[in-house]
């Protein structure tokens, strides 16, 4: 049976890892939109030449690129197992995007995921990354813009489908545990 995620959560919240362990387990692909447009930037391809600032400062890449990229990643084959989502929505406008596109594919995601961090765990722990675009600047700014438009995603999906919110700040095994768990039981 197909299954579909959807991962929210802050940066730095572990995301990136948790959602590769579910993807192996699973058998389905893990779709980040970070790393897809950190490859388009080092490919220098069209799109990533017009992401690059905007995550360079630790904003939002544009809607109207981003949409473009995910309606096209989900029309992929490997997709037809289903996938999980890591990175997007990242706004109510973008999950709105997402629903319709469900709709129109006659698929619904199964649950949405949301890791919880506090922030001052995610500081300390993006400083230590030491990923291109984590300098403390852009770290407070992906904050910023983490409670002002991601957050609302998470009451958008409270209202809608099932959501389990798990708590983050644990070590990387008891955060997977804790996954594994909901998934199971199907919340
Ligand atoms: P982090 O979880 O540390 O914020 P990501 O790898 O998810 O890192 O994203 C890195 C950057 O890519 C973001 O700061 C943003 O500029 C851009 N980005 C990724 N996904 C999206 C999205 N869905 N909408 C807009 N911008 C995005």
């Known amino acids: 049976m197909a299954m579909r995620l959807i991962f929210l959560g802050p940066p730095g919240a ?7 362990i579910i993807s192996e387990n699973h058998q389905i692909p893990h779709i980040s939109t970070g ?5 388009a930037v080092s490919q220098k391809t069209p799109l990533g030449k017009q992401a690059k600032d905007y995550m360079n400062r630790g904003e939002l890449v544009p809607d109207a690129l981003i ?4 309606q096209d990643r989900l029309s992929y084959e490997d997709t037809a ?11 109510v406008n973008q999950a709105a995007f997402l629903s319709e596109l469900l709709a129109k594919l006659d698929q619904n995601a199964d649950f949405v995921l949301n890791l919880e ?26 904050l910023e813009v983490y409670h002002q ?13 099932a959501l389990k919110t798990i708590d ?3 070590t990387m095994e008891e955060v997977a545990d804790q996954l594994n768990e909901a998934i199971s039981s199907g919340f």
């Not at 197992?81 to 706004?91: M, Q, T, V």
């Not at 438009?149 to 489908?161: A, G, M």
Request: hydrophobic share 30%; aromatic share 6%.
């Open 14 to 20: 572990g995301k990136g890892t948790q959602a590769q």
């Open 35 to 39: 790393d897809i447009l950190r490859a």
């Open 67 to 70: 949409l473009n990229l995910i």
């Open 81 to 91: 197992n289903g996938w999980i989502l890591d990175g997007f929505p990242r706004n």
């Open 117 to 142: 961090v506090p922030d001052e765990v995610l500081v300390s722990r993006l400083l230590e990354r030491k990923r291109k675009d984590d300098n403390e600047e852009t770290i407070r700014r992906r």
């Open 149 to 161: 438009d991601t957050v609302p995603v998470i009451n958008f999906y409270q209202q809608r489908d």
């Open 168 to 170: 983050g700040d644990r």
